[in-house]
């Protein structure tokens, strides 16, 4: 099976949402990891992903930070949020998923 990976720097995803649905109607990828959301969880933009045919789950973070894991495959388990070794770290840098038959990690 052939899966196509993306990683994108979005740098703020609402402002540049248009731009973000834009690359993922021509570029088609399978499965997104987004670094630099810039938000936090309640302003992301899960409807206008969902309509463009991906499912997310995300870690946000106001101002910094902030990770997502996009799939064209539906629903995604997300098996792990944050990393390990600084219990002090509250910073959203890390999520991983498992999905159709593969585990994900965004940094």
């Known amino acids: 099976m052939l899966v196509k990976i993306a990683t994108y720097n979005i740098n703020g995803i609402n402002g540049r949402l248009t731009n973000l649905l ?3 109607a021509e570029a088609k990828p399978d499965i997104v990891c987004l670094q630099e959301l810039k ?3 309640n302003r992301f933009p899960e409807r206008p ?5 991906y499912h997310a789950i995300w870690q946000g ?3 910094w930070n902030g ?3 996009l799939s064209r495959y539906g629903e995604i388990q997300e ?3 944050g990393l ?4 002090d770290d509250t910073h959203s840098r ?4 498992f999905i159709n038959g593969v585990v994900i990690g965004c940094l």
């Not at 390990?84 to 219990?87: E, K, L, V, Y």
């Not at 890390?94 to 998923?97: C, L, T």
């Open 67 to 69: 990770v997502a894991i």
């Open 49 to 53: 992903l969902l309509e463009a045919g």
């Open 84 to 87: 390990d070794g600084d219990p």
């Open 61 to 63: 973070q106001k101002s």
């Open 22 to 24: 834009r690359w993922l």
């Open 39 to 41: 938000c936090e969880d």
């Open 79 to 81: 098996t792990r949020r």
């Open 94 to 97: 890390y999520i991983k998923a």
